[in-house]
């Protein structure tokens, strides 16, 4: 016990000295603020300029422009008279006006007004929706969060910059993602379907462990993986810098005793491996630190330290999670997933939000689409008029504090279900230490 507290201690400060950050409840408690704050701003933004689907658009713009959709009705008369002449073998040409086609053309007219009073109830029902929604978005924003937090804000907009400069760097860290128990397309395409009680949820300490920067390796797997085990022993007060550089290696079973050049992983493996061993594997970061530089033709940078053979935890079990039910579930039960997605241009782009919508926003769909992987760590419900899906996922990155915001950003439940890979999203269950 004493030497499991001494390693804990070791690694809070070598967490301190090398990921400056926040391993506090308070600054954990200013990330939440700052985080949901800017997801309801920037929804209220998007949601205020919506404009009523297109399949309202024609018939609320009919309305304005004709009187009681006047012209309509006669352009449908004029399709049920033509339609009408030729069940009775008359050229439509010829039909210009007739008060015996006009009359077989009543009873269909009199559908389409109401069709079109209809159409007009819709419109006004969706933006008295959309307006209702922006009300309680703005209800939910603290009033002065940015003051309050000013220099943290401050900071993020500073990381911003630089990882505007050196976006196409994290371009390049992205893979073919491996497919690994490919999940059922029913089950791949399933909505949230679980009623959403709240506005937000946090897995709780999820925001004490500070963003990680997997700088210009395709090592996302393994700082995704690391991530939901550090959650794991925050919520249980340790502040623990687990090593990247290790789990990566662990991932990759074909590396391990020999260099290879294959890029990329996929966090079940490296969870497996752990499970399967029979002692504590894992080591913090102190005894078995990440290298930011990739080593050519040697992807886990074998051979590893001696010092990485000091485990301080394993794996004790985990789950595979089929669809986006379960991920709620397990958020629910205060247990952060790790997700396997293909990205869209506006992932690199994003803010505090990433709507499937605006996918190709920042450059051509083709040349972004490699994989990554994430910690989803909490959601946000959504306003229904956003058409977006019920809620967006909140989710943790590796490419530091200059990405989204502060390192986070809430994707969307529409773009998770177009974009996640065909493997399943992936929890740990317990850990031994």
Request: contains cysteine; positive net charge; aromatic residues 8%.
């Amino acid at each position: 016990m004493k030497w499991i507290l001494t390693l804990l201690l070791i690694s809070s400060v070598h967490a301190k000295n090398l990921y400056p950050g926040d391993l506090n409840p308070i600054s954990s408690k200013e990330n939440i603020e700052i985080i949901t704050n800017s997801i309801f701003e920037e929804l209220i933004a998007v949601t205020k300029g919506l404009k009523p689907p297109k399949e309202l658009e024609p018939k609320k713009e009919s309305v304005n422009n004709m009187s009681r959709g006047k012209k309509m009705i006669e352009e449908m008369k004029r399709r049920n008279r033509e339609e009408l002449a030729k069940k009775n073998g008359i050229n439509p040409d010829e039909v210009k006006s007739g008060a015996d086609l006009v009359k077989a053309a009543k009873e269909d007219n009199k559908q389409l007004v109401k069709q079109i009073h209809s159409a007009i109830k819709n419109v006004d029902d969706w933006q008295n929706l959309a307006d209702s929604e922006i009300d309680a978005l703005k209800d939910k924003v603290i009033s002065d969060w940015k003051k309050k937090h000013a220099q943290k804000i401050k900071r993020w907009e500073l990381e911003k910059k630089k990882f505007v400069k050196e976006k196409g760097k994290y371009e390049d860290t992205t893979f073919d993602l491996p497919l690994i128990l490919p999940v059922d397309k029913k089950e791949k395409e399933k909505t949230v379907e679980v009623k959403i009680e709240k506005d937000y949820y946090i897995v709780p300490a999820a925001m004490s462990v500070p963003i990680r920067d997997q700088k210009y390796r395709p090592t996302c797997s393994a700082f995704a993986g690391v991530r939901t085990m550090e959650v794991m022993l925050a919520q249980n007060g340790q502040n623990v810098d687990l090593s990247e550089q290790y789990f990566y290696w662990a991932s990759k079973e074909d590396c391990q005793s020999r260099p290879c050049s294959q890029p990329g992983s996929w966090v079940g493996y490296g969870l497996e491996h752990s499970k399967e061993q029979p002692s504590r594997d894992i080591p913090l970061e102190a005894n078995c630190p990440y290298v930011s530089s990739s080593k050519k033709g040697n992807e886990t940078q074998v051979p590893l330290k001696s010092t990485c053979e000091q485990g301080a935890v394993k794996i004790g079990d985990m789950n595979y999670l089929k669809n986006l039910d379960e991920v709620m579930k397990a958020l629910d039960s205060k247990n952060a997933v790790v997700a396997s997605l293909k990205l869209t241009p506006n992932f690199y782009t994003s803010r505090s939000l990433i709507l499937y919508k605006d996918r190709a926003n920042g450059g051509k769909l083709d040349s972004h689409s490699g994989g990554h992987a994430v910690t989803i760590v909490g959601y946000v419900k959504l306003p229904q008029v956003l058409d977006e899906g019920s809620v967006c996922f909140i989710v943790a990155n590796s490419w530091g504090e200059g990405w989204g915001k502060g390192g986070y950003s809430c994707i969307s439940e529409k773009w998770i279900l177009n974009q996640r890979q065909d493997n399943p999203f992936v929890t740990i269950s317990y850990l031994k230490e």
